[in-house]
């Protein structure tokens, strides 16, 4: 059985910050690349940040200078800090892991993120 659960979203003002997280318990199975993705109201899914095991990243054009994702290999937690939130930003943010030897990808739930003024 494996489960990510998101916590961290909420309303923040534009130019605001926020930190989501993400842990996943994955029944001894390994945890690989985990990442976030988002998506907007009428708009589809889209990928923000990924994180290998290793700790290489890889950011979407968009999000490049303002968002930090990391990860505590021991906790199976990935987090995503937002910096210089804007109103664009608004969406459901989604945590993705690939598990195991087959990387079977599982999702969490989403958290909302509103930047609004």
């Known amino acids: 059985q494996v489960q990510l659960v998101e916590y961290g979203g909420g309303l923040v003002h534009p130019g605001g910050s926020l930190r989501l997280s993400c842990a996943a318990s994955a029944s001894g199975l390994g945890i690989n690349a985990m990442g976030w993705y988002r998506q907007a109201p009428g708009k589809q899914r889209e990928l923000v940040a990924t994180i290998s095991s290793g700790g290489r990243t890889n950011y979407a054009d968009s999000v490049k200078g303002r968002f930090t994702i990391s990860r505590d290999n021991a906790e199976n937690t990935v987090y995503l800090q937002m910096n210089s939130l804007q109103p664009v930003d608004t969406a459901v943010y989604y945590c993705?892991?690939?598990?195991?030897?087959?990387?079977?990808?599982?999702w969490g739930q989403g958290t909302q993120v509103t930047v609004s003024s």
């Open positions: 993705k892991a690939l598990v195991g030897r087959y990387m079977i990808a599982y």
